[in-house]
Antibody, heavy 118, light 108 residues
């Protein structure tokens, strides 16, 4: 069974940092783009970042320069290092598997909540 | 930046057809996909590459994409189809994935 399990969310003060992890299983991790998508409470989905199998990252403009995506293929894991956090970053963060390059996100994790507040 | 526009809400009677539109500049030149999200749950992929259904997605969900508009059609809508629906496309000019604003489907 294909599974994505996020962890690392929590409460952090503005300007602080947090590292999210996404543990995957049930598929050949190295063959897929992996993505981070966030959703503020009551709002829509917002793409955050993508990393290809070779480690080439892409970022939304709202997080570029503050967030860093990485992957550890040997551990089938995806990460999101979030620095200089702002209130506007408060959201549920989902990791998702890319069906293929530049294609839909076919498997999603359950999400982890990040709250940025004093 | 590239934007995808969806109607905030669509209402449909059980057994009828619901159509959800997603508009963007020359969207027909891009692949569009659709997701369903029920309250408290993660999104589920319904349609990819404009018209294709992943394994396990009911045939009543179908997609099309032409010109500036992609459409998700739910035929024979059921109460269980009440959810939020999001379109998504890849914008090569900005190297960004873009989600639509989302449409809440209510089955009355």
């Amino acid at each position: 069974e294909v599974q994505l399990v996020e962890s690392g969310g929590g409460l952090v003060q503005p300007g602080g940092s947090l590292r999210l992890s996404c543990a995957t299983s049930g598929f050949t991790f190295i063959r897929h783009d992996m993505h981070w998508v966030r959703q503020a409470t009551g709002k829509g989905l917002e793409w955050v970042s993508t990393i290809g199998p070779a480690g080439d990252p892409l970022y939304a403009g709202s997080v570029k320069g503050r967030f860093t995506v990485s992957r550890e293929n040997a551990k089938n894991s995806l990460y999101l290092q979030m620095n200089s956090l702002r209130a506007g970053d408060t959201a549920v963060y989902y990791c998702a598997r890319g069906r293929s390059a530049l294609d839909a996100f076919d498997i999603w994790g359950q999400g982890t909540m990040v709250t940025v507040s004093p | 930046s590239y934007e995808l526009t969806q109607p905030p809400s669509v209402s449909v009677s059980p057994g009828q057809t619901a159509s959800i539109t997603c508009s963007g500049d020359n969207l027909g030149d891009k692949y569009t996909c659709w997701y369903q999200q029920k309250p408290g749950q993660s999104p589920v992929l319904l349609i990819y590459q404009d018209t294709k259904r992943p394994s396990g997605i009911p045939e009543r969900f179908s997609g099309s994409n032409s010109g500036n508009t992609a459409t998700l059609t739910i035929s024979g809508t059921q109460a269980m189809d009440e959810a939020d629906y999001y379109c998504q496309a890849w914008d090569s000019s900005t190297d960004n994935y873009v989600f639509g604003s989302g449409t809440k489907v209510t089955v009355l």
